[in-house]
């Protein structure tokens, strides 16, 4: 699991819930876009398979989807992205953001799990 920014800590959590499922997820903090960190991803790639990226924004041009160039041009893998769905944003507390949108640990580990078994 690729996260970057604020959702890296809820990411860490998830796994932890996701292993208690049986589930082992890698945590790989993406803290660059541009450059990013190729070498990284790919590595990542070829030990788990899959690859689901988690970001506290639109997935449309943000990490996921430089996670995507990178494997579609190195190392094509499954990849499950993460974020706001193409929706504008609202105001609230990062807190009930991150809950509502399921960018929270519990959320995180929900989607992860249907990915990963899915």
């Not at 796994?15 to 049986?22: M, N, P, T």
């Not at 997820?25 to 450059?35: T, Y």
């Amino acid at each position: 699991m690729t996260a970057t920014g604020g959702t890296v800590c809820n990411a860490l959590e998830a796994a932890e819930k996701l292993a208690g499922e049986g589930i082992d997820a890698k945590i790989v903090n993406i803290s660059s876009i541009k450059p990013i960190d190729t070498d990284l991803i790919v590595q990542c790639a070829k030990e788990t398979g899959k690859i689901f990226t988690v970001e506290d924004h639109n997935v449309i041009g943000g990490m996921g989807s430089a996670v995507c160039e990178v494997l579609a041009e190195n190392y094509p893998a499954k990849v499950k992205r993460w974020g706001l769905l193409d929706k504008f944003g609202e105001s609230g507390t990062p807190a009930s953001l991150y809950e509502k949108y399921e960018l929270d640990a519990e959320g995180i580990a929900r989607r992860v799990a249907e990915f990963v078994r899915g």
